[in-house]
């Protein structure tokens, strides 16, 4: 049964670096099949698409979000990575990380979510 | 950005009815459309992909339809377990969901 865990910090204060990691159990983050992904939900929002990345270490990201975010992916741990800089209040959020299957990229499953919040 | 648009917002139908959801992009997504339900406190879940495929586990009550820039969510007889919040989300150009319609038991 493959489950996707989200871990970080649930505190980030303005300006700073927000980090999160999602541990995939269950499959192999390995596999030529899918591809790996980060969204954000605001509360009270709808769903964004932050980044995704392929195990070989291709990545795309979401051109509002380009410059602040690095995807990145550690083929040894089973994880994939997070990083969002110079966060503002407006990056609170539940944190979701996601798989996409290559024949067809739509999120099929979902961690259950960490909620980050960017206060001082 | 390619822009979904939900509607309505929020809508309340009696157990056993039909509900019908519609969403509209902003540009033409062809048939790459998804829909996802959400519950409080849960991660959305896939329903729909490739606008009218249901998703591993998803009951026929669930149908999707469309194509273009017009799409069509029916749940054909509700049950308890289908109010929730519903999203549609187009994967043409990467990824931009819509805001959402909350089903609501009337």
């Known amino acids: 049964q493959l489950q996707l865990q989200e871990s970080g910090p649930g505190l980030v204060k303005p300006s700073e670096t927000l980090s999160l990691t999602c541990t995939v159990s269950g499959d192999s983050i390995s596999s030529s099949n899918y591809y790996w992904a980060w969204i954000r939900q605001p509360p009270g929002k709808g769903p964004e698409w932050i980044a995704t990345i392929y195990y070989s270490g291709s990545t795309y990201y979401n051109p509002s979000l380009k410059s602040r975010v690095t995807i990145s992916v550690d083929t040894s741990k089973n994880q994939f990575s997070l990083r969002l800089t110079s966060v503002t209040a407006a990056d609170t959020a539940v944190y979701y990380c996601a798989r996409l299957p290559r024949v067809v990229v739509v999120f099929d499953y979902w961690g259950q979510g960490t909620l980050v919040t960017v206060s001082s | 950005e390619i822009v979904m648009t939900q509607s309505p917002a929020t809508l309340s139908v009696s157990p056993g009815e039909r509900a019908t959801l519609s969403c509209r992009a902003s540009q033409s997504v062809g048939s790459n459309l998804a829909w996802y339900q959400q519950k409080p406190g849960q991660a959305p879940r896939l329903l729909i992909y490739?606008?009218?495929t249901r998703a591993t586990g998803i009951p026929p009550r669930f149908s999707g339809s469309g194509s273009g820039t017009e799409f069509t969510l029916t749940i054909s007889s509700l049950q308890s377990e289908d109010f929730a919040v519903y999203y549609c989300?187009?994967?043409?150009?990467?990824?931009?969901f819509g805001q959402g319609t909350k089903l609501e038991i009337k």
């Open positions: 490739g606008a009218f």
């Open positions: 989300q187009q994967y043409y150009i990467w990824y931009t």
